[in-house]
């Protein structure tokens, strides 16, 4: 019985972590986390039994200790309480499901209690991957991609030696505006850009996707995982969702992970690595596949992707900067505050203001992140 907690558990990759659980009888669930949803957490709580159960909301969690009070479920609160999940000592490996820089540091104290972690929070290694990738190496701990684009990489490269890469090649849909110019995107709405062609997200990674900002966080985390300068990492668009990411090699061969859009996939991967299970679900067909077609990226109207390896370039603070101007950003887009376009110009003035910290440790990546977030709130 392997045995797993998951930190954002009411969320997109925490719920369908949950279905991949559901369908093997041999994952048990000993803690789950939320940031405030306890009408979903209590469900899961009812369904899976676990352990512990956080609530970073105190109030939220207080509200969840009554509800569940019949269960043998003790709940928790805070940064403390997710801290208690995430370092579990019956617990084998922690799903980072939870979206922000506030996976962070419940990611770091897995990582030193020796937990293995199944990532699916970017944050985590856009703003501190000089901090994390050491700190798993030190503690012997496996760092198993899930999103479908890194896991895709990861797949290709069983069995290979990383030293032989030529490049990496990640791929895009393109996002719901794939093919329109700024002057169109200033006129798209919020249910406009929900509408993702290919993948069932969040709403703040789905945002993410329009914009190519997602596109180029991938950049930034896959060089901290696969130990990639950015010169060697190319994204590429592919709208039929059908190739995940690709690997090139020094002799020229390049390698594929192709499958339907289902982050399933991905997740049970993570989980279960190295082996592979059955999982229910849709399968290619290639006889009936008409095309897959593959283009450039507009980086002249989609500048998401640009400014985040320009950040990534600058280095030290400056991919700290970028992503919090963007959570920012996407929030007050999605409180329907500021315009589609409004994202780009958030975070490129937020970029332009900073002055970068070099090597920084943990304390200052998140004290740049909140500087970051009232510099933004004292403007828009």
Known sequence: MRKIAILGSTGSIGTQTLEVAEANRDLE?????????????????????PRLAAVMDEQAAKDLAVRVQDT????????????????????????????????????????CAGKDIALANKETLVTAGHLIMPLAKENHVHILPVDSEHSAVFQCLNGENAREIEKLIITASGGPFRGRKQEALSQVTLEDTLKHPNWVMGQKITVDSATLVNKGLEVMEARWLFDVDLDHIQVVVQ??????????????????????PDMKLPIQYALYYPERRFLAGDRLDFA?????????????????????????RAGGTMPTVFNAANERAVAKFLRREIRFLDIYEIIGQSIKQHKVI???????????????????????
Do not use: C
Request: aromatic content about 6%.
């Open 29 to 49: 669930v000993v803690g789950l986390t939320a940031g405030s949803n306890v009408k979903r957490l209590e469900e899961q709580i009812r369904k899976f039994h």
């Open 72 to 111: 043998q479920t003790k709940v928790v609160s805070g940064m403390e309480g997710i801290i208690q999940v995430a370092t579990m000592d019956e617990m084998e490996i922690l799903v980072t499901a939870v979206v922000g820089m506030i996976g962070i540091r419940p990611t770091m104290e897995a990582i």
């Open 239 to 260: 709208p039929q969702s059908v190739i995940h990411s690709m690997v090139e090699f020094k002799d020229g061969a390049v390698m594929a992970q192709l499958g339907t």
């Open 288 to 312: 009936r596949l008409a095309s897959i077609s593959f283009e450039e990226p507009d980086v002249e109207t989609f500048l998401g992707l640009p400014m985040a390896i320009q950040s990534a």
């Open 358 to 380: 070099e090597n920084p440790d943990l304390d200052t990546i998140l004290a740049v992140e909140e500087e970051t977030y009232q510099w933004i709130e004292s403007r828009w």
